[in-house]
């Protein structure tokens, strides 16, 4: 079974308008974290932000929140006031412990962001 | 504060030639990590160090991959020899190894093409 599944492989959003980016994950551990990253054309992979599987609140940073809802197994990054700069591969990742004692950072399959004037 | 360094930015080879690449991650941190982005991919963790000892290298391809990292600083990868499918880029990541919140910095990657 996949751990990190990220449905929509394509996007188109409005300049301004919000956009939902979606990861569903599937983990046994009790304790993870869940990442986004964003790839943009250059290729470097650029922190967004974290949720803890303990925390209670949704994380936020200025323009993205995560949408966490963990019966679910759901972390979707909502982006606010979508700018062109936006325009990037969005992966959604996911740190659990792994066989070999150290913590694991998977990854979905990214989902690509367009942003149109 | 300088983040994760990684040289070449590409490297176009043919097929049974070898290949390095070198990492420098951000300063203090504990935790190096390689990955390779296939296209189309997210990124799939090839080796993990703590300080200059493996903690995980489970997926790398050990006939033909190799990576270390001596002095627990920088870090290189080698493929020798390589394969068409190899063509990937390749990342570095660092991170301070500790703490609930530890977050992995990457590097710009280096494009590899295998002719």
């Known amino acids: 079974a996949q751990k990190i599944t990220q449905t929509q492989p394509g996007m188109f959003v409005q300049e301004k308008e919000a956009v939902t980016l979606d990861c569903t994950y599937d983990?046994?551990?009790?304790?993870?974290?869940l990442f986004w990253y964003k790839q943009p054309s250059s290729g470097e992979m650029i922190f967004l932000i974290y949720?803890?599987?303990?925390?209670?609140q949704n994380a936020t940073e200025g323009r993205y929140s995560l949408n966490f809802q963990k019966a679910r197994k759901s972390a979707n990054l909502v982006i606010s006031a979508s700018q062109l700069g936006d325009s990037a591969m969005y992966f959604c990742a996911m740190r659990e412990n792994s066989n070999f004692g150290n913590e694991k950072l998977t990854f979905g399959t990214g989902t690509r962001l367009t942003i149109i004037p | 504060e300088a983040g994760v360094a990684q040289s070449p930015r590409y490297k176009i080879i043919e097929k049974r030639q070898s290949v390095a690449f070198w990492c420098n991650p951000i300063s203090g941190h504990a935790t190096l990590y390689w990955y390779q982005q296939i296209l189309g991919q997210g990124p799939k963790l090839l080796i993990q160090?703590?300080?200059?000892?493996?903690?995980?290298d489970s997926q790398l391809p050990k006939d033909r991959f190799s990576a270390e990292r001596l002095k627990g600083v920088d870090s290189t990868l080698k493929i020798q020899p390589a394969k068409l499918e190899d063509s990937a880029v390749y990342l570095c990541?660092?991170?301070?190894?500790?703490?609930?919140?530890?977050?992995?910095?990457f590097g710009p990657g280096t494009r590899l093409t295998v002719l």
């Open positions: 990541a660092s991170s301070l190894g500790r703490g609930t919140t530890d977050t992995q910095y």
């Open positions: 949720q803890g599987s303990y925390d209670q």
């Open positions: 983990t046994s551990d009790p304790s993870y974290g």
């Open positions: 160090f703590q300080n200059n000892g493996v903690v995980d």
